[in-house]
């Protein structure tokens, strides 16, 4: 079946860095990757997520870069705040217009530190 | 802004009783999950409703988890009995384009 690997598992950056979190995917049918935000004792929130036939998206600080062929994508977080700490997942799924179940990976614990 | 409602948000119980779940889906969202999260790891399906018709139950341990749909609006998932392996956070979304939103999830401690 499907499957998601996430690294790295911890990331410590100092506040105005910048982040990178990368995941590569194994089923080459996956054509929607979201990323969700999850801090402590809340569900996950959606931050950002592309398509299949887009190879990047962007909204302000965050931004998300797809390779097909190489089965990875990736996270970017510019200017990084405190409030940007959190748990982060990466998530592949095969979209029907009924939805699609999401593979998530291990999750990225990030530091911001002022 | 539409959220997902989940109730309740706690939840503690002995092994071999009986819990449920309640959620309400973002109003018009056709499509329901309910994920199970172990800590420190990802969400994992348990089960997928399009309107009241499941459509993936593959990993629902259905000896002892049972969820339903009704009226295609807000669900409930139940445990009967629970075990110590069950504690996790148990979180619902919704979708209906693709996307999926979650609830604030229900953090359940099986004693």
């Known amino acids: 079946g499907e499957n998601v690997e996430q690294h790295p598992s911890t990331l410590s950056v100092q506040e105005g860095d910048s982040a990178v979190i990368k995941c590569t995917y194994s089923d080459s049918a996956s054509n929607y990757f979201p990323w969700y935000k999850q801090e402590l004792g809340k569900g996950p929130q959606l931050i950002i997520d592309i398509r299949s036939n887009v190879g990047e998206k962007k909204d302000q600080r965050i931004a998300v870069t797809l390779n097909k062929t190489a089965k990875h994508f990736s996270l970017h977080i510019t200017e990084t705040q405190p409030e940007d700490s959190a748990v982060y997942f990466c998530a592949a799924s095969i979209l029907f217009y009924q939805g699609g179940k999401l593979i998530f990976g291990q999750g990225t614990e990030l530091s911001v530190k002022p | 802004e539409a959220e997902v409602a989940q109730s309740p948000r706690y939840k503690i119980t002995e092994k071999s009783q009986a819990v449920a779940f309640w959620c309400d889906p973002i109003s018009g969202h056709a499509t329901l999950y309910w994920y199970r999260q172990i800590l420190g790891q990802g969400p994992e399906l348990l089960v997928q409703?399009?309107?009241?018709?499941?459509?993936?139950d593959s990993q629902l341990p259905k000896d002892r988890f049972s969820a339903e749909r009704l009226k295609g609006v807000d669900s409930t998932l139940k445990i009967q009995p629970a075990e110590l392996g069950d504690s996790a956070m148990y979180l619902c979304?919704?979708?209906?384009?693709?996307?999926?939103?979650f609830g604030p999830g229900t953090r359940l401690t099986v004693l």
């Open positions: 409703f399009q309107d009241e018709s499941v459509v993936d």
């Open positions: 979304a919704s979708s209906y384009s693709g996307e999926q939103f």
